[in-house]
């Protein structure tokens, strides 16, 4: 019995090197390695123009865009629709809401980005893109990854809240507890060695469950 081999997307991992591309956007041609230089990018899917979860969802980001921009974060969004398609709903979306995308929409026609991200997948749907997020950091670095299926909108506070934990931890070399948000007191990295141990069972600067578990503010 002959065994077919199957093809299979890659799926970009958490570390790894985000995939550099060049493609068509609403705001212009651009060369992702080049894009947002110096910056974090969120990199964001979306299944298609004119519907109604992907209108709500776009619509976010382009309302919490002052955010991004304090955070040092440019937005970028994809679907696997034509230049003349995204500039239509762009505009349906300005005319109806009043709500500008303002940040570029990548033309995926080819689906070639979305392959390349592993967008595409096909138990949910071989010809539209998963809602992915993908947050990328200034060196171009892969640091969190979400997925959605296709009948379930993302949650703005969330992305919001885990692109500060991902800044507040490199700044700041500490750990998120569970529901952190920026303000509350976050986790002290654990001893290695006996001394730090030792050491830590002395601070009192810091909120101590026990040795391993410690929080401060910072």
Same mark, same amino acid.
């Given at each position: 019995?002959?065994?077919?081999?199957?093809?299979?997307?890659?799926?970009?991992?958490?570390?790894? @090197?985000?995939?550099?591309?060049?493609?068509?956007?609403?705001?212009?041609?651009?060369?992702?390695?080049?894009? &947002?230089?110096?910056?974090?990018?969120?990199?964001?899917?979306?299944?298609?123009?004119?519907?109604?979860?992907?209108?709500?969802?776009?619509?976010?980001?382009?309302?919490?865009?002052?955010?991004?921009?304090?955070?040092?974060?440019?937005?970028? &969004?994809?679907?696997?629709?034509?230049?003349?398609?995204?500039?239509?709903?762009?505009?349906?979306?300005?005319?109806?809401?009043?709500?500008?995308?303002?940040?570029?929409?990548?033309?995926? %026609?080819? *689906?070639?980005?979305?392959?390349?991200? &592993? *967008?595409?997948?096909?138990?949910?749907?071989?010809?539209?893109?998963?809602?992915?997020?993908?947050?990328?950091?200034?060196? +171009?670095?892969?640091? %969190?990854?979400?997925?959605?299926?296709?009948?379930? &909108?993302?949650?703005?506070?969330?992305?919001?809240?885990?692109?500060?934990?991902?800044?507040?931890?490199?700044?700041?070399?500490? @750990?998120?507890? %569970?529901?952190?948000? +920026?303000?509350? +007191?976050?986790?002290?990295?654990?001893?290695?060695?006996?001394?730090?141990?030792?050491?830590?069972?002395?601070?009192?600067?810091?909120?101590?469950?026990?040795?391993?578990?410690?929080?401060?503010?910072?």
């Amino acid at each position: 019995m002959e065994i077919q081999e199957q093809t299979v997307n890659p799926m970009p991992r958490i570390g790894d @090197a985000a995939p550099d591309f060049e493609a068509m956007t609403t705001f212009g041609p651009i060369k992702f390695s080049e894009y &947002g230089k110096g910056k974090w990018v969120i990199l964001f899917s979306h299944p298609a123009d004119f519907t109604p979860v992907c209108t709500t969802e776009l619509s976010g980001f382009a309302q919490n865009k002052a955010t991004f921009d304090a955070l040092n974060t440019e937005l970028i &969004g994809l679907s696997i629709d034509s230049i003349h398609s995204h500039l239509a709903w762009v505009n349906n979306v300005r005319e109806k809401t009043g709500v500008e995308f303002n940040f570029p929409i990548i033309a995926d %026609l080819d *689906m070639k980005v979305a392959k390349l991200y &592993g *967008m595409l997948q096909p138990n949910e749907s071989e010809t539209a893109a998963v809602r992915a997020v993908f947050f990328i950091d200034p060196e +171009k670095k892969i640091r %969190l990854i979400m997925y959605y299926p296709l009948n379930v &909108g993302r949650n703005m506070d969330e992305i919001i809240r885990v692109l500060e934990a991902l800044q507040t931890s490199d700044k700041h070399k500490v @750990a998120m507890p %569970l529901n952190w948000k +920026k303000g509350e +007191k976050v986790i002290v990295p654990p001893p290695k060695t006996v001394e730090e141990m030792e050491q830590r069972l002395q601070d009192t600067s810091c909120e101590r469950i026990d040795f391993y578990l410690c929080k401060k503010e910072l």
